[in-house]
Every structure is written in C-alpha cells, then in structure tokens.
C-alpha cells in the first residue's frame, strides 16, 4: 500500500490517500491541544500511545460485532482504515460527571451518573463544538432519525463493552467521545480513534487521571499517563478472568 495525498490533517491526525481503494492511512501526530485550540503542545510518544491503543481497542470491539474502520497498523503511528463519510456529530457517552457537564449542572466531580447519558456536539472547530439536541441534528440534516437512533445504540453497546474491559483493568471509563461515519454501502462504522485523547480514565480507588486533562490543567506526568494506560489496554486477556 502506498502513501498519496494528504486528504485531511487535524490537530491530533492526518489522513492520506492510498493507492487502494476506498482505504486510507490514518498518523496520529504527538501535536496536543486543547480548550478548542487555545492550549497547544506536544506530547512525547502521545502518536504511538494513541495508534496502539486504539488499534487493540477496535480490534476488540469487532468481537462484539462492533464495525469500525480499522484495518491494520502499519507502523508505530499508522493505521490502515477504511474510507468513511464522516458524520459532523461527535457522540459523548459520560459515567461519571467531569469536564464541561460540570458547568451546566450541579453534579460534583466524580459524581456516578445513575445511567450513562448520551451527549451530542457539532463538530465545527470554528464554532466552538456546540451542543446539539437531537431535533436539531435531525432539522440541520446532518444525519437521519434513523442514523441517530444507530449511533446512539452503537455509543451504549460500546460504553458497555468498554466499561467492563477497563474495569477489568482497575480503570474507570469516566466518559468518552466516539465518531461515525458511513461507509461505501451506506453502513454506519465508528471511525476516529479511542485513546487517552477522547477518553476520561482515572485510576480506580485513587482516582488519578490517566488522559489528557493532565495536559489540559498541567498536572504534570502526561507521557507516564497515556503510557500506563497503554501498557494496562495491552495487559493479557487471562487478567479479564
């Protein structure tokens, strides 16, 4: 498979064209933002943490009949993924309050949420991701009724799955935002990443954060973070027993 044109570069990956069809190679950058942009940085290995990780992630999620638009790693910081049509919405799936539901509610952090609430944003840079009712995605024809209504099954059957594989790990999944697209068929396949860049983990009992808002609010020990939670994701499948 060879590299073509750049198709698309984001602040955490580039998308490239390949000589296959329908298939592209997805790089993950250690570049690092946040606060829509206002914090930028790097975080060192964060490329190869996050491509691994999500790799395992979505290889284990297609045993739960999951379809994503994984492939296969091509390098330490490469994927193979399949050509999706991407959908403007991210789905955010929360546990447990944290990050901006705090500002809009009067739950505490780390508040244990009595049911996992399913949240969804505009992905437009520009606009600062606005929250989005689910009328509205309907009304701006960003998808159909009928897409919603997958995308929100898909996002609680994967909380489902991923709850368990992290807790089985000794990590909460505290909340997490998920991406989709349609593929050539019309299908609906998670696409993006699932990594410490998209996900809340904090370390159960001590409630240590191991993603990104160490980056976010300088807590310091970023690369040890996404490390550990690289090295718990790969931890044998006999620990899930």
């Known amino acids: 498979m060879k590299k073509k044109k750049k198709l698309y570069e984001g602040k955490a990956k580039i998308l490239y064209e390949t000589d296959v069809a329908n298939v592209m190679i997805q790089e993950f950058k250690d570049d690092a933002t946040a606060f829509n942009g206002k914090k930028t940085g790097r975080i060192k290995n964060k490329g190869y943490v996050n491509n691994q990780v999500s790799a395992h992630l979505f290889r284990f999620l297609s045993g739960y009949y999951i379809d994503t ?3 296969d790693v091509l390098s330490e910081n ?10 403007p919405v991210e789905v955010v799936v929360r546990n447990v309050a944290a990050g901006s539901l705090l500002k809009r509610s009067d739950y505490k952090e780390g508040e244990e949420l009595k049911v996992p609430l399913v949240e969804y944003f505009l992905k437009d840079d520009a606009k600062g ?3 989005l009712t689910p009328e509205e995605i309907i009304e701006q024809s960003l998808c ?11 996002a609680i059957k994967i909380n489902a799955v991923l709850k368990l594989f992290f807790s ?3 990590i909460k999944l505290v909340d997490f935002k998920l991406e989709f697209g349609w593929d050539e068929e019309g299908k609906i396949v998670l696409g993006d990443e699932i990594s410490p860049d998209t996900c809340r983990f904090w370390e ?16 310091g020990d970023v690369e040890k973070a996404y490390e550990e939670i690289r090295r718990r994701v790969f931890l044998e499948e006999t620990a899930e027993a």
């Open 69 to 71: 638009h994984f492939i």
């Open 78 to 87: 490469t994927m193979a993924v399949k050509r999706l049509d991407m959908i």
């Open 129 to 131: 991701d606005p929250m």
């Open 144 to 154: 159909t009724e009928k897409d919603l209504r997958m995308m929100k099954n898909l």
């Open 168 to 170: 089985r790990r000794n």
């Open 204 to 219: 159960e009992g001590s409630g240590e954060k191991l993603d990104k808002d160490r980056f976010r609010f300088d807590l």
